[in-house]
């Protein structure tokens, strides 16, 4: 007998914030949750708070189950001295560590940045530098880019001349 694998299907579910009902809202705490140890309505708050109407909640499926979350906040940078629209990376999260779903969700959240025409922008810990390299992200050194933020690393997708790059950007980290 030949042994079979399952195929497995991979959908990318992408809802606007405005738009968010109850019930994706809690798909979105309980894959957040399994990364941060916060409760529901903390997690709640935190959103309410901080994401605006134009922000996207972007879930990872893997056979309809939820396996994967971030979300990519509607921002504005300065791109050599011009404004250009980009989405923040914020909240990336998988119900579990180690098993490529964070890596498939950034590979399409990468697909949609370029769909889009924006620029993408993170903030992240050393560590994680290597990871999101492999994903074909570009990481500004202290004289490339300016926030108010003191160490941490910012990463960039999407964007042209790398070397002779400058990053302007005026609002909160995410």
Known sequence: TKCMKEAVMFQVKLI???DILESDLKEVISLKSKQWCFGFDEQKEWIEKNLKSTDLHVILKMNDMDVAYLNLID??????????????????????RGRGYGFKLMSEVNEILCNLDRIGFLFCKKPLVKYYRSLGWFELNENQFKITCSKIYAMVFNVQDQQNLKIDYYGAVF
Request: charged share 15%; aromatic share 8%; proline share 0%.
């Open 75 to 96: 921002i504005n940078l300065y791109v050599n001295g011009i404004q250009k629209k980009g989405f923040g990376i914020g909240n990336v999260c998988a119900v579990e």
């Open 16 to 18: 606007q914030h405005k």
